[in-house]
């Protein structure tokens, strides 16, 4: 299943759920057919009113599956999911084990010491910029090669007695992405992963003084350990056979007596090499890199049991359990392998906030072991992933207490409807209703109804913003934090404010963020503004994205929007039972969406689908006479009046529009559209700040799940 992206979140979670606003929704293909529906929840059919009746199912009825140990992918190519790295860097408190892992158990190939850092990649095909005798100067070349974009490295070598630098591009999958790169860059010579064997040897140093000898005539020579437990001296380092050949002839000129044989293309092997740090903020100091290829499969563990292992690479994460790195469709895979009870610790860890009540963590530890249950090997070689297209899982450092409490408590507990697992989905807030199924896919799913959700616990503590206009007519919103009342009025009774600071953002809708919501425009202490409204802090429960350009828009819709010529007018045509839309229309067309919850993505990536739209560009005028007329500012020309009943053409892109209540309406020249909602997800299923108000209110863990779910029933397995 496509996963459906999350959107850029701003602080207001950091209180609550994790915000997993925009989960994907766990696998379930979105335009299903009877028979997908079937898989799902077991009985679709089933007449309500013979769902409402039916008993639960006793525990011992349920299939419930086992899984003692589960993986999960942190950086894989599964070609439908794309989560790449070209290397990592690996590291433990306590020491690092690194070896190579088979059927018959685990071959130690590199003992690292505490905390040193290991980087290790899949061997590949290369850029190779020219050798440098300078380790600045590699340096440079590899950030700048990092600053375009390019995965850049830096192997140190040890020729003819003499330090040299190379920075290498890649690894890349294929021979062709490697040629274009070295094509790019003067100099650059493609290489690739074909070597020559130049001897197997049984212990280390011996294989290791054949490399030196072979490295002091000026070849590429690397010990590389085999999967059997022996150590072969690799030579080279060709794109194909025309340049392995080539290869040949030099060494058999330059040392005769070195014997070559073909390297087995299925031959497990790790190569043992020193690199330097590519990135500007870490030392010159030499790194201990390691590069395996063939069919073999490296395993990282911490050498103390209850440690981890840190990724740099993911954030800085540190992992229980430990790390198999493979080549997995020709390009690098981490796949963290952990306990299944233990992935769980962290799942609550990076979902829910520690100091939520344990009935809604409880809940939370039975929706997410179904889920992760319910995928099998979803990945090709891992059964989930640690983003939120699956369960957002952040590794050791997030666990608490708590978590480990509800995992515990609620061991081998699953969700099952029909004697079989559900697809437990669940999302940071519900915005008071959750969603049915057929206002997100179209179709029904039995256990997927619209229900009542205690959601407002999200809007507790949040502060007020104040949308303000300054004297030369701009406009947006600053925090109450920074703007004190002056205790003055304008004409029309309207409060002025001023700044308590320099260098205050005013934003366009009421929330942090500097990539979605950047500042249109700072204050200074003491400049005065008047207020126009207030709202509160954006937050998951309710929040304002925009406004939007109509042209911002329009780019946006991209072909789904129909209608032709400039967008005018944007609405939500059609409604679910919970008050979702269904159907958007852009100038009076219905945007070509794949699925309602669709449109979330289509219109830039709303938090949810349960909104209203304010379009700012058209506006309703009561005449004296009575008469009442709808226009757009771009329509026809606007007359004000001042006090002096002086008549003028407004002219400027914004007009302030006071009502009979008082209440001030902003309309634009131009068409600009802005999105008042309510719920951060998709809607289906638990609501994470609903389970927090619910458990609040004294409903235990299955109350909540079974509140959400509904006709289900609590398995153990």
């Known amino acids: 299943m496509k996963g459906i992206k999350r959107p850029f979140l701003s602080e207001e979670a950091s209180s609550g759920a994790s915000n997993q606003a925009v989960r994907p929704l766990c696998g379930i293909v979105l335009k299903m057919t009877a028979a997908a529906a079937l898989l799902l929840s077991g009985s679709i059919g089933a007449p309500e009113a013979a769902l409402a009746a039916a008993p639960a199912i006793p525990a011992a009825q349920a299939a419930v599956p086992k899984l003692d140990t589960i993986r999960v992918a942190l950086f894989i190519d599964t070609g439908k999911y794309v989560s790449r790295a070209s290397a990592v860097t690996l590291s433990a408190d306590a020491g690092l084990t690194l070896s190579l892992r088979g059927a018959a158990g685990v071959t130690p190939a590199y003992q690292a010491a505490a905390k040193e850092q290991v980087r290790v990649s899949a061997d590949g095909y290369y850029a190779l910029l020219p050798e440098t005798a300078s380790a600045a100067e590699a340096r440079t070349q590899a950030q700048q090669a990092a600053a375009g974009g390019a995965d850049a490295g830096i192997v140190q070598n040890t020729a003819r007695g003499k330090q040299a630098y190379r920075v290498y591009l890649g690894p890349f999958a294929t021979k062709e992405e490697a040629a274009a790169a070295a094509a790019a860059r003067p100099g650059a010579v493609l290489a690739g992963p074909l070597r020559w064997n130049a001897g197997t040897y049984a212990a280390a140093a011996e294989a290791q003084a054949q490399a030196a000898a072979i ?67 870490s030392a010159a100091q030499p790194l201990t890199a390691m590069v395996f290829g063939g069919n073999a499969k490296l395993w990282a563990a911490s050498n103390d049991p209850q440690g981890a292992v840190y990724v740099k690479e993911r954030f800085g994460r540190m992992y229980r359990g430990g790390l198999e790195l493979s080549l997995h469709n020709h390009r690098l895979a981490v796949i963290n392998e952990l306990p299944f ?188 503004f008047v207020v126009i409204g207030e709202e509160t802090e954006s937050n998951a429960y309710a929040w304002i994205r925009g406004p939007y350009e109509a042209s911002e828009m329009k780019k946006r819709l991209g072909s789904a929007m129909t209608a032709g010529g400039e967008l005018q007018r944007l609405e939500v045509t059609k409604r679910g039972v919970s008050g979702r839309a269904l159907e958007v229309a852009a100038n009076g067309q219905p945007l070509a969406a794949a699925y ?114 509904i006709g289900v029933s609590i398995s153990k397995g």
Do not use: C
């Open 215 to 281: 490295a002091q005539a000026g070849f590429d020579a690397n010990v590389a350990q085999l999967s059997a437990g022996s150590y072969a001296v690799l030579v080279g380092g060709a794109a194909d056979s025309a340049g392995l050949e080539a290869l040949r002839a030099q060494i058999a000129a330059a040392l005769p007596a070195v014997v070559l044989t073909p390297m087995d293309a299925a031959q497990g092997y790790v190569l043992l090499r020193t690199e330097l740090a590519a990135d500007a903020d």
């Open 341 to 528: 009870q233990q992935y769980l610790y962290a799942v609550l860890g990076s979902e829910l906030n520690p100091a939520w009540p344990i009935e809604a963590l409880k809940a939370q530890a039975v929706a997410a072991r179904t889920y992760a249950l319910k995928q099998g090997v979803k990945y090709q070689i891992a059964h989930v992933s640690d983003t939120t297209l699956d369960q957002s899982y952040k590794g050791m450092a997030v666990e608490f207490p708590a978590a480990l409490q509800a995992v515990d408590s609620t061991a081998g507990e699953v969700l099952t409807y029909n004697n079989a697992l559900i697809d437990p989905l669940y999302y940071s807030n519900a915005g008071g209703q959750t969603a049915d199924s057929t206002e997100v896919w179209g179709n029904e799913v039995a256990y997927l109804k619209s229900v009542s959700s205690q959601d407002k616990g999200a809007e507790e503590g949040k502060k007020k913003w104040y949308r303000i206009v300054l004297p030369n007519g701009m406009s947006g919103y600053i925090h109450s934090d920074y703007a004190r009342d002056t205790g003055l009025k304008n004409p029309a009774g309207l409060p002025y404010y001023e700044s308590v600071q320099d260098g205050v953002n005013v934003r366009p809708a009421p929330y942090v963020d500097n990539a979605g919501n950047a500042a249109v425009f700072k204050v200074d202490v003491r400049d005065r």
């Open 596 to 709: 309602p919850d669709a449109l979330r993505t289509l219109l830039g990536g709303l938090p949810s689908t349960k909104f209203e739209i304010e379009e700012t560009g058209r506006y309703t005028i009561l005449g004296a006479d009575g008469t009442v007329r709808t226009q757009s500012s771009s329509a026809q020309p606007v007359y004000t009046s001042g006090g002096g009943q002086t008549v003028q053409e407004h002219r400027d892109e914004e007009l302030f529009l006071l009502n009979a209540d008082g209440t001030v309406r902003v309309a634009t020249r131009s068409p600009q559209f802005v999105f008042r909602g309510t719920g951060f997800g998709h809607g289906l299923g638990m609501s994470q700040w609903g389970a927090k108000g619910y458990a609040e209110l004294g409903y235990d863990y299955h109350k909540i799940l079974q509140t959400y779910y």
